[in-house]
């Protein structure tokens, strides 16, 4: 009944009466009172007035259904699970994937209490801040081109941050999102794949929104940004949400067309790694090298000190340049 009166409210765009609402629905004005002060309490801002009744003057930041709008057709968002609070959204996505989910469905929630990030790290989500959410893929490739995914999703971000608030970011291979050569989100893909299909693929991402500078934790302090701390304003959550689905479904129609070619050369056009040195610690080995280029399956090709050309699909890389090696 809440959400039909909210539904009401946002058609007519004009007061409506308790008594026009009370009718429409065939419930008393006294529960359209009720449904009205439990929208308040999520954050609507709905104004009454004793001689028109009730208007929706604002909207909330809120993640769900209600305020999330997928275009029609559009098949990355069509079906949202929602959480205030999980654990990951990642290991609830990897749960309904293995259960049977849609492809193209995502699962965001306002906070995480253990949040996982790339190579076993924890990722900080604690706060409804930050936008943590994963889309899961069931796409027709074979488990090399997993990597392209990860590209691909990172060129989504980047082109929802320009399209939604103007703001150029860069990339850090293969999938850091960078501010001010500060961290500003990471990407952690999940696959659950046999030797020649992909069963799914959990891409999972998370995005400092509207933290202030002294609310990360120690670790991270020195490393991470969020978009207000660079622009000095609060950022609609859900709308930068839409931006960046809609940008996804864009880059992996592209990618389902096989036109890897023209996502990688995308995502180079926004990296901060090619072309830069870079610290490479790959198998328990370090190596110091020049970033060349991406492979065709989306490895990281760096020219070593000692002369050889190395192509790095997982471990870990650091970039000198950005403050240090972050
Ligand atoms: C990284 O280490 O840079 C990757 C961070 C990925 C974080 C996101 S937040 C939403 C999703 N759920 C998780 O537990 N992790 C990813």
Redesign the pocket.
């Known amino acids: 009944m809440k959400n039909l009166i909210l539904e009401k409210l946002k058609q007519k765009k004009e007061y409506m009466s308790g008594e026009e609402l009370s009718q429409l629905l065939n419930v008393s004005r006294t529960a359209i009172w009720k449904h009205i002060n439990e929208l308040r309490n999520e954050g609507y801002n709905i104004v009454s007035s004793t001689k028109k009744g009730y208007i929706l003057a604002e909207t909330p930041d809120l993640l769900d259904s209600r305020e999330l709008r997928i275009p029609k057709g559009q098949i990355i968002g069509r079906e949202l699970v929602h959480f205030n609070e999980i654990?990951?959204?990642?290991?609830y996505?990897k749960k309904i994937a293995n259960e049977g989910c849609q492809h193209g469905t995502i699962v965001v929630?306002d906070r995480?209490t253990?949040?996982?990030?790339?190579?076993g790290?924890q990722?900080e989500?604690f706060s409804s801040e930050?936008l943590?959410?994963?889309i899961v893929l069931r796409p027709d490739l074979e488990p090399e081109y997993i990597q392209i995914v990860t590209l691909a999703a990172a060129v989504a971000v980047v082109e929802g941050i320009l399209e939604n608030q103007g703001i150029v970011c860069g990339i850090k291979w293969p999938?850091?999102i960078i501010l001010d050569n500060y961290?500003l989100?990471?990407?952690?893909t999940e696959l659950s794949a046999e030797p020649d299909h992909i069963n799914y693929v959990v891409v999972?991402?998370?995005i400092n929104i509207n933290q202030d500078k002294n609310a990360f934790g120690d670790e991270i302090k020195n490393k991470a940004t969020s978009l207000k701390i660079h622009t000095g304003k609060r950022i609609s959550r859900v709308r930068l949400l839409e931006s960046i689905l809609s940008k996804f479904e864009q880059i992996y129609s592209e990618l389902i067309q096989g036109k890897t070619k023209e996502i990688i050369n995308i995502w180079s056009k926004y990296s901060v790694t090619i072309g830069k040195e870079v610290r490479i610690i790959f198998k328990g080995n370090e190596y110091v090298g020049l970033a060349q280029a991406i492979s065709p399956d989306g490895k990281l090709i760096v020219k070593c000190n000692d002369g050889e050309f190395r192509e790095i699909s997982s471990g870990e890389i650091q970039v000198r340049g950005l403050l240090g090696y972050i």
């Open positions: 654990d990951s959204t990642n290991n996505a929630a995480q253990m949040g996982r990030g790339r190579v790290r990722w989500s930050g943590w959410f994963s999938n850091d961290k989100g990471g990407i952690l999972g991402i998370g």
